[in-house]
């Protein structure tokens, strides 16, 4: 099966302080890729490369078969990456529907049937379009930047650290939500976390990172089964 994403002997780096030290890993259309490893690991910096955010230094990103590594964030954007970041980065003065619409700025033509669209899977959205963003509290805002995130009509989308600093009841309908996505939208997705039952309950296989390098890889079965020290070590 041909890859959606294939990324060879990426680095990238800081400056001198070398980050990413040659990430290898593909993932195919439709799949739900986890990637678990500790803080000053390299997981943010994976994204950010991946957006083209951060410049790589070396190595290769292919998207559906198409070399990406020198693209520019809104060229792929264009072809179909989407990035929810860290801190979700959502606008605190402007509402809810202006923040969706935020999310059609990279289309030629705004239209705002995609808005509707998209909040039929975000219902505790809808009541809240017209409050500032800035209001929300952090697993609403969470909704927000990937309702946001999915107006670009992605493809693949990087979801980084979705769960930080987030309720337990909240956390339980972005999982909710992401299946219902996974099924509805045909989405692809790389979900960068910490907390390992969150990251059990969407991914089809997780890789570990370490130092800036992919470190091992479990399958859904030993998720499911507890067995998780190879990604986790």
């Not at 994976?46 to 290769?60: D, E, I, P, V």
């Not at 960068?192 to 997780?206: C, G, K, M, P």
């Amino acid at each position: 099966m041909q890859a959606l994403l294939d990324v060879s002997g990426l680095k990238a780096s800081y400056g001198r302080v070398p980050i990413l030290t040659g990430i290898d890993f593909h993932m195919a259309q439709g799949e739900f890729l986890g990637i678990l490893g500790h803080n000053g690991m390299g997981k943010t910096t994976l994204m950010k490369t991946l957006m083209g955010q951060l410049a790589a230094t070396g190595g290769s990103v292919r998207f559906n078969s198409e070399d990406i590594t020198k693209r520019s964030t809104h060229s792929r954007s264009r072809l179909g990456l989407g990035l929810v970041p860290q801190g979700r980065e959502i606008f605190p003065t402007l509402t809810v529907r202006e923040n969706l619409r935020m999310g059609l700025a990279s289309s030629k033509r705004e239209d705002p049937a995609i808005i509707e669209d998209v909040l039929t899977d975000f219902p505790r959205l809808v009541r809240l379009l017209d409050r500032r963003g800035g209001a929300l509290s952090g697993g609403e805002q969470q909704l927000l930047a990937l309702a946001r995130c999915l107006c670009t009509k992605p493809k693949l989308i990087l979801l980084d650290e979705p769960t930080e600093g987030i309720q337990p009841s909240i956390i339980e309908e972005i999982i909710e939500t992401l299946l219902g996505l996974k099924q509805r939208w045909s989405l692809s997705m790389i979900i960068v976390e910490q907390n390992l039952e969150f990251i059990t309950s969407l991914s089809d296989r997780v890789l570990g990172i370490t130092k800036g390098r992919i470190t091992g890889e479990v399958s859904r079965q030993d998720l499911l089964a507890g067995r998780v020290g190879m990604a986790a070590a």
